[in-house]
């Protein structure tokens, strides 16, 4: 296992990468959001845990995670490594890394174009099906069910539904 990497930025938000992943805490207004990335910026999962110590969430993450301190590192934004579905030509940054005050940031995982300013989103299969995992209780049973039979047609479901919503609000959707 490699050391993980650790970085602190300017607004109390704490990072930490190790084998691909990157989990990132951060205070919010209700609490600490704990954001999981895969290795291309995708986002996996995202817990709103309690308090608002993101530093010893993060510290207790890394201790779980490795017997070894970890290497400190300047704090860099997420970048999806996708095009943006309007230019085409810019990388996608993280919403919550553009702005100066995280504790009004959305609980959707947004991106920005960093040429055009396009707002857009990207959703991976594991964070729906984290989504739907983790709030059981907004899906009504016959959804519940459907999701344990045939997990694949649900989500291509629960998907377009999502694209629906977001394409009225003018939120572009990246592939």
Known sequence: MSRPRLSRSNNGKVKIVQE????????VKQGVMQSS???????????????????KYANDFISKAS????????????????DCPKCGTAPLTRYMDTMAQVSEAPVMPFYVCTKCKTKCYHLTDEYLKNLVTSNRQLFEDSQ??????????FMAE????IIRI?????????K
Do not use: C, N, W
């Open 166 to 174: 977001f394409a009225s609000q003018r939120i572009m959707h990246t």
């Open 158 to 161: 629960l998907r377009a539904y």
């Open 37 to 55: 990335f895969d290795s291309t910026g995708g986002i996996t999962d995202q817990v709103l845990l309690k308090g608002s110590d993101a530093e």
């Open 20 to 27: 691909g992943t990157t989990v990132i805490f951060e205070v």
């Open 67 to 82: 017997k070894e301190e970890p290497i400190l590192e300047d704090y860099s934004a997420i970048v999806l490594q996708k």
């Open 144 to 153: 519940i069910a459907e999701f344990g039979s045939d997990e694949k047609k």
